[in-house]
């Protein structure tokens, strides 16, 4: 296989790491990895609430992303939001046959809901919490609260992975938002908010 | 509800926790596990990409190249290049493109074909044709054969000295 002789790997933009990638480079696909897998992960870990699960998604999105590689048209989208809505539309699978096969109450919970949670929670409890109201929204305003509040990406581009106009991610997030208001006012004291 | 300042904390600090999370992560921000599954199917797809365009590579040598040698051994399909492959062998690189041009073996018989039948119109014109002429032109056309002028340029030179 041809090796890059590039000197500075992290200068080179996503799409020409996939040409690489499609003209037999070793390289191109670690750096690739390195650098859109980890997003990926995250993404489905908060869509699915589900770490196995949220790996065989990343894994499946980035098989998607070799496959497509020698097709690739440079300049036409961005590999990342490419990659976005893929793992967006796997997500959305899942959580479909989840819910054909098993009820809400299934969802995987990272603790006992009913457990009481100590005044001085941790972290990883206040995420659990999170992610428990995350689960309970309706797929499309999740993805939406997800790309925006916590993968931090923009309205135009949130609006190009799930393939609607930039008001309609504007609504998303912001139903979604007073969803999970709703949904946490209740675990305020857990959450260590005390209304003054 | 819960206050909108609360609410965006949380999701701070849902952001900042990622790092931690990544902690036991390998050297590409993922469970070991993991990276070796998507780096295994972006190797083994790159293998086969690879295999695959060899042998595209192969398929075309054999055509441009003359296929008869390759198929009795069984690499390319019998009849595979037909029309293309056949003036390549006689000829090479002219005749072949040439060939290809015209459209292969079929087209280049069909040329023939005409060619043959225009040359025995000419020489023997049948009488239907004859009397359409003379209707045409208003004047009397041999089908006498032997009217056919056969003296070639050479003979004409020859004479001429």
Known sequence: MQQMALDDPDAIPDDALLVLYANGDGQAS???????????????????????????????????????APDWRRGEAKVSTWLYRVTANLCTDRLRRRRGG???????????PSAPVEETLQAQARLDALQRALNQLPDRQRQAVVLRHLEGLGNPEIAEILEISTEAVESLTARGKRALSRL??????????HDD | ???????????????????????????????????????????????????????????????????APLAAAG?????????????????????????????GLPALAGLGAVAVAGLWIGVMPP???????????????????????????????????
């Open chain 1, 30 to 68: 670690r750096l690739l990895t390195a650098r859109l897998a980890p997003r990926v992960l995250s993404q489905a870990q908060r869509m699915l609430g589900d770490r196995a699960e949220a790996e065989d998604v990343a894994q499946e999105a980035m098989l998607r992303l070799w496959r497509i």
């Open chain 1, 102 to 112: 098993a009820g809400l109450d299934d969802l995987p919970e990272p603790e006992d």
């Open chain 1, 184 to 193: 946490l006012a209740a675990r305020r004291e857990e959450l260590g908010y």
């Open chain 2, 1 to 67: 509800m819960l206050p909108d300042a609360a609410l965006e904390a949380l999701f701070a600090e849902a952001r900042d926790v990622e790092a931690p999370k990544a902690a036991g992560a390998d050297d590409l921000g993922l469970p070991p596990g993991l990276s070796a599954r998507i780096l295994g199917d972006a190797d083994q797809l790159q293998s086969d990409r690879a295999a695959e365009e060899a042998a595209r590579r192969q398929r075309l040598r054999a055509t441009a190249g003359g296929s």
């Open chain 2, 75 to 103: 690499l390319v399909p019998a009849g595979a290049g037909m029309g293309q492959g056949v003036l390549s062998g006689l000829g090479g690189g002219f005749w072949g493109q040439l060939s290809r041009a015209l459209g």
């Open chain 2, 127 to 161: 009488d239907a044709l004859e009397s359409s002429l003379e209707t045409l032109l208003g004047s009397s056309v041999s089908s006498n054969p032997y009217l056919v002028d056969s003296t070639t340029a050479f003979d004409f030179l020859d004479s001429e000295g």
